[in-house]
């Protein structure tokens, strides 16, 4: 089992939806949690991240983690064509360690 | 704003050969981190540096190396390449060592054939 669950989709919703990207994860050292998006043949880009538990919004994009439940989301709201992309969660234990553990990504499709 | 470049995007290379790829951080940042995606696969980490010196070691295999530079631009040194090297290979960098905001670069997509 890996360390970091994630849907792989694909997630279909129609332009102006709320959507909500999830990852399961069983390592109780995580205590960052990130989330990238990546395009298509492009490198990931940091959208948002957080430490421990608690919720964090940025513009469209709120982050929530549940230490408890080993559970984080990310929620976009007013959801656009733009945003289709791969959206990966990513945790990180620190303690010296220095490698990010990805979840293999949700890919995301607005539809217009 | 600046961003992480590597080089070369993309290299094609037959089993056997070696392959050095590159890449050069975001101004200021002092830590090179080098990632591995395969095909429909997540990021797995492979190797960090911080100030020219190896600061920590994921899955690397031993045919592989790397190191980071005085300029903090770092290289990802590949030899006896094998179908399995196939894949996309990001540089991400970030200020300070052991960081979670680490930022990534387009990367670079070997091809062994």
């Known amino acids: 089992q890996k360390e970091v669950e994630q849907d792989p989709g694909p997630l279909s919703v129609p332009e102006g939806a709320i959507v909500s990207l999830n990852c399961t994860y069983s390592?109780?050292?995580?205590?960052?949690f990130m989330w990238y998006r990546q395009y298509s043949r492009k490198g990931p880009e940091l959208l948002m991240y957080?430490?421990?538990?608690g919720n964090k919004e940025d513009g469209r994009f709120t982050a929530q983690v549940d230490k408890s439940s080993k559970y984080i989301s990310l929620f976009i709201r007013d959801s656009q064509p733009s945003d289709s992309a791969t959206y990966l969660c990513?945790?990180?234990?620190?303690?010296?360690?220095?490698?990010?553990?990805f979840g293999k990504g949700t890919h995301l499709i607005i539809q217009p | 704003a600046a961003g992480v470049i590597q080089s070369p995007r993309h290299l094609i290379k037959e089993k056997r050969e070696t392959a050095t790829l590159k890449c050069y951080p975001i101004?200021?940042?002092?830590?090179v981190y080098w990632y591995q995606q395969g095909p429909g696969q997540d990021p797995q980490f492979l190797i960090s540096?911080?100030?020219?010196?190896?600061?920590d070691k994921g899955s690397i295999p031993d045919r592989f190396s790397a190191q980071q530079f005085s300029d903090y631009h770092s290289e990802l040194n590949m030899s006896s390449l094998e179908l399995g090297d196939s894949a996309l290979y990001f540089c991400?960098?970030?200020?300070?060592?052991?960081?979670?905001?680490?930022?990534f670069g387009p990367g670079t997509r070997l091809t062994v054939t």
């Open positions: 991400a960098s970030s200020l300070g060592s052991g960081r979670y905001e680490q930022y």
């Open positions: 540096f911080y100030e020219k010196m190896q600061s």
């Open positions: 990513a945790m990180y234990s620190g303690g010296g360690a220095d490698g990010l553990t």
């Open positions: 101004p200021r940042h002092d830590t």
């Open positions: 390592n109780s050292a995580f205590q960052y």
């Open positions: 957080t430490y421990s538990s």
